[in-house]
């Protein structure tokens, strides 16, 4: 079925790429996807090498979209293009790594659905998932609408998970796979009642997180394989 | 990769952060070997200046006296000191007097106005040693940000104090000195032990791969080789704690 409301930010990553074929896989489509590409075509650091366009994806399952010549989420270009759409108000954001919504774009009047990898208050900021390995031997994650304040929007859903046993490529196929889990249950869980579910969960004052440091990162990964749960 | 291609700057390093090969306990040991190669060439090198951050230094260690003097810490240190095991018996005889070490500084929490950062993070090493650790940690918090934001320290920020809720603004645009750089590791290094120290020890690993990635000779025209190469093994030291705590095992090789 074709999600009315709903709308996708997309760009040339693994996230977006398993994002729309999960969506696909449970025929929750998108009414209009807006993909942020620049215009070299390379594989950036963001995709799995070898990987398949998202661009080339959405052409060969015929799902509505445009494509704007920017990775900047706050260009002009993209705030002109939101304004100039009254529908879809609600946006499933999966934008480039390290990109903030700015004020002009989260002033539009939509909403944007983002999978934070954290438990939210609890860890907000960069590469949480990580971190919560290391100091909580679990992970988590939480659909919000994003807000001004980072990771300080409404929250829709929140859950923990074990640690999976190879985190390993993590980056580009098993967190793409868990936040689109996730993704999919909020949004089936808008289809069932036409409503967003928002959680009633107070905002705390919490630390920070910063881009782990990768040696941080790897003691996680290779903890993965001593305390991790096979999926 | 990180730590293969790095003698410039600090700038390629915290570039690359984002897209860091994820290898496991490979790139755990490629880290260890890098941070030992820059500690022997410290050790091994003539140009001892004297030490303007003596204190400074001694509270630190002072401070994590109970990590450094457990039995596993001190074979991890002669492991990395091997060519130099007298460096730790020479420190183990410095000590402070108690008049040093408890003295604390009121700067910060009745302060606004410009400040050299070299003197904030003074005043902070000595409230974390005086266990003021309320107005320590929103201050050092505020610094991280800083650092973790603009990639890099300013050389002062003007601090705004409106009832006791600090904030730190802007600072000017020239990078404070290494000796700056070198004394928010220490003062991060204090931070950085047990469970809740990781958010803390990643920035510091960031602030250390920057002063490792500038030539020897530079570096300590401003900080003390030595000093700089016993708190670079710390922080391994404090990396291995991580480890040992979540089980993790170095790569045999």
């Not at chain 1, 999600?3 to 025929?27: C, H, K, P, W």
């Not at chain 2, 002072?62 to 020479?90: G, R, V």
């Not at chain 2, 008049?99 to 400040?115: C, M, V």
């Not at chain 2, 000779?217 to 708190?231: D, G, I, M, P």
């Amino acid at each position: 079925m074709k999600l009315d409301n709903v709308g996708m930010i997309a760009t040339e990553t693994s996230r977006s790429f398993i994002y729309l074929q999960s969506l696909l896989a449970n025929e929750l489509i998108p009414s209009r996807v807006l993909l942020l590409s620049d215009e070299t075509g390379e594989v950036t650091p963001d995709q799995p090498p070898n990987s398949i366009a998202v661009s080339e994806f959405l052409i060969a399952n015929k799902i509505d979209h445009d494509v704007l010549r920017t990775r900047a989420i706050n260009h002009k270009s993209v705030i002109d293009y939101l304004c100039n759409l009254n529908v879809p108000e609600i946006y499933i954001y999966s934008g480039y790594p390290g990109a903030i919504l700015g004020k002009e774009i989260l002033s539009l009047g939509k909403k944007f659905l983002h999978i934070h990898g954290g438990y939210l208050p609890k860890y907000k900021g960069s590469t949480t998932f990580y971190y919560s390995i290391l100091q909580e031997n679990c992970v988590g994650y939480s659909a919000i609408f994003l807000s001004e304040k980072i990771d300080a929007g409404q929250i829709l859903l929140r859950k923990e998970f074990p640690i999976p046993t190879n985190l390993s490529g993590f980056d580009h196929t098993e967190d793409p796979k868990m936040r689109a889990n996730m993704l999919i249950e909020v949004l089936l869980g808008y289809v069932e009642t036409n409503k967003w579910n928002e959680a009633v969960i107070p905002n705390i004052e919490t630390p920070y997180y910063y881009i782990i440091h990768p040696v941080l990162k790897n003691i996680a990964i290779a903890s993965s394989s001593v305390r991790g749960i096979s999926p | 990769m990180l730590y293969k291609d790095i003698n410039l700057d600090g700038t390629l390093i915290i570039e690359s952060y984002m897209y860091a090969p994820s290898l496991g306990r490979p790139f755990v040991s490629i880290y260890t070997d890098f941070r030992k190669g820059i500690i022997e060439k410290l050790l091994g090198c003539d140009c001892e200046i004297e030490s303007k951050d003596n204190r400074q230094f001694l509270k630190t260690i002072n401070y994590l006296n109970s990590l450094l003097s457990s039995e596993s810490s001190k074979n991890f240190l002669k492991q990395i000191f091997k060519s130099d095991d007298n460096f730790i018996e020479c420190l183990n005889k410095e000590s402070l007097n108690e008049e040093s070490l408890s003295e604390a500084s009121g700067t910060i929490t009745g302060f606004t106005g410009q400040i050299y950062t070299g003197d904030l993070i003074q005043s902070l090493i000595n409230l974390k040693t005086s266990n003021f650790e309320s107005a320590h940690s929103q201050v050092t918090d505020l610094l991280i940000r800083k650092f973790e934001v603009s990639k890099k320290l300013s050389d002062y920020y003007f601090i705004s104090n409106d009832q006791g809720e600090i904030t730190v603004l802007k600072g000017s645009d020239n990078n404070a000195s290494l000796r700056v750089y070198w004394m928010f590791s220490l003062l991060l290094l204090m931070n950085s032990v047990g469970a809740g120290g990781i958010r803390i020890l990643s920035t510091l690993l960031k602030i250390n791969d920057s002063l490792c990635s500038i030539p020897t000779v530079r570096v300590t025209k401003e900080v003390s080789a030595r000093q700089l190469a016993f708190s670079l093994a710390i922080e391994a030291l404090i990396v291995n704690d991580v480890m040992t705590r979540i089980s993790v095992t170095h790569e045999t090789r």
